[in-house]
DNA sequence: AGCACGCCGACT
DNA sequence: GTCGGCGTGCTC
């Protein structure tokens, strides 16, 4: 008997392995066997499906092809080939592996990120009954009824057997089905994306021609509506002026639409080869409108053009400065036909609420369907479109949010970033957790391309940038036509306190202001960043105030659902009728929020129309555009929000804007609060007045009418405000003047996390010095779903290398979570935290 | 991330 | 005696 060889020897010529990305938080790559018979058609950047684990299957992205065998272990085969031409570019394959590198994540949660969820797999497991099982005496009742469910049909995923059992424990069953060999258990791997196909009709290729069309409509005299079927094709598709015009074909349905005689008609049709049917795919857009509408730009913006595009010439990014209202949109969309026009591709980078509004309508009628949009609202299909429709070349533009920077652009030739200081734009929770402006930058450089980046109120590092000279920067400080800036008050509430003429959150000088604006049937516009009614509940008799039980936080009160929440893991509570601790009835709430504004300004105006715009008022799908036009049409008189409102919105009729709680934002224990309350004051203020015939009046209550940030914003004096903060910035060696990495270790037990964390900052002090590692710090909410955190903050000075610090740095988190007793602690890795 | 394996408490 | 808790480790 011959033995089997025990090791295989590797032909170096022909077998092939391929080193595959996994969406999966693993720090490496997975080395796979190609087939033989997918060698020759196998790309980098394809996607395929393998096995993974036991019995689990995943969508894969390959991302290098090689001849070495793996030394340590038997590499399993790929078992699909799912795209024939590589669906990720090279550029992305270089993107995602930079990130990894650069946001210290794994690649596969970059993949998880980039790919729109279509583009994955689901791989739902699937029962069958085996047909050779025959020993139905060993079976519990249980089994036999999954059993006779499964006779019945081919095969069942377990919720449809869950459905039709009703609710048993069916994977326990299955399992136990499998052990005694009774059923199969498999994998059914599909695609999630299904392209929306229409089933069109057209004549059959011999009827192509007048004389052949003519023949058919005289031979049909006898059965006139098979005729009539005929005529009315020939109505909708002119065959007989323009043949060519039959391979378009006409939809099903339009020939179908009035009666259903026509149907069986055109059924005979086809079976007599006169008519055909073939389905093609469309798509979900409407390519509707004709493109083209005229843009003018007044001289200041064709001037501010003109520089944007001589800075390029020497540099490739340019910021543009341009206060609210001075028509920034019009240079953008100019720029960015100058670009299509030189035939490559361009990004538009927008934050997330902005694009909900005018400005996308504004650009869908001048770039018509050669414009994509990729938003998060958008369901998976149509991002799948979006990424289809670049690598087709459909899209040469694409208008979308922070994700929009994973989209498979080859020839970008200009990305915009607006609203570039905007927070949005840089991703928190799940990794990786990149700024998207940053990214875009990386992007721009790999396909030579330029980047523009538009603010009203820039950030300080972009704006240090570009006052370094490293950046071109550009400023348009006028607003658009003869429209003026607000007028803006500020409301001292210490005084009106001392003078008893607060009425509850507002001054006197707002409601008089609010009860004008009313009377002369203007708009006004209510800025309060909370949400909720009140942030928490307080006993008067004891000390009880109202907390998450997962997190040190207060729970938040909302009136309209009657509940306590948590804004940190989303614990609900229901209202106590009386104090929990001691019974008494004297429950406060603390401080307020946009809910308790709607409330009490109703109560000051029982007549007035108010609308509240936060996240508690948008969750449901439309309701965020409905407000919006709601506000538009003139219905409402008032309008209270968070920062949502602060964004993109351009009404004609607001004249007043009145904004809460200044101080809390300056005062927010945070280097950036100052930066933060100043863009948001501004942008808020910006929503007032912009139109030519009037003045708008903004009105900011606070308690220190004097401090600097205030007057800074009186003045609309960005660069004074920048002049101040760069120096802080300087003293305190902050961004732009260090590069910034928090390191959020958690525990469930926080004398482990506290010893983790401590350990942690030892370990890195003694390569980086005591100046650059800052910790561990109790954060400002110290325990998240009863995990215990600590934070530590490395500040790298811009001089040296970030790059082999990064690698220092994981290597310590590594040794530290090899520590046995330290398994369980979690280390979160955030660079260039905001 | 899943998922399996494995080692300690409250139940038939 | 077992069922099931979640701590730990592995996935080509």
Redesign the pocket.
Known sequence: MQALPLTFTFDEETTYFA?LIIP???P??????VPRDMVERLKVGARVI???????VYTAVVGRIHHQP?S??????ILELLDEYPLITAYQLELFEWMAEYYLCNIGDVLNVALPSGLKITSQ?KVQFNPDFDYPELLTEEEERLLAELKKHSALSYEELGRLVGETNVP?TIKSLVGKRAVIVFDEVREKYVPKMVRKVRLTERYENREQILNLINGLEKSPKQQEVVMKYLSYVPVLNNPVLNRKGLDKTVLNQDDEVSQSSLQTLIKNQVFETFEVIVPRFGDDDRPNVEVKLTEIQQRACNQVLSEFAEKDIVLLHGITGSGKTEVYINLIQHALESGSQVLYLLPEIALTTQIVVRLKKVFGDKMGIYHSKFSDNERVEVWKGIVSGQYQFVVGVRSSIFLPFDNLGLIIVDEEHETSYKQHDPAPRYHARDVAMMIAYWQKAKVLLGSATPSIETYYHAQQGRYGLVELLERYGDAMLPDIVLVNTRIEKQQRKMKNEFSSVLLEHLQQNLERKEQSILFQNRRGYSPYLQCEDCEWTSRCPNCDVSLTYHMRDAELRCHYCGHKDPVPKSCPACGSFKVRTIGFGTEKLEDQLQIVFPEARILRMDLDTTRAKNAYQQIISEFEGGNVDILVGTQMISKGLDFGNVSLVGIFDADRMIHYPEFRAVERAFQMITQVSGRAGRRADRRGKVLIQTSNPQQAVLLKVLENDYKGLFEEEIVERQNFNYPPFSRLIKLTIRH?EQSVSLQASQRLVAQLTEKLGDARVLGPEVPLVERIRNQFLYTILIKLERSISPKAAKVFILDKINELLSD?????VTVVADVDCL
């Open positions: 080193d999966v938080p693993i490496k790559l997975f080395t796979y066997r393998v096995p993974f684990g036991k019995n689990r793996p340590t272990y038997q590499a399993k085969y497991s326990t469930s046995k007793g330290l398994k369980a």
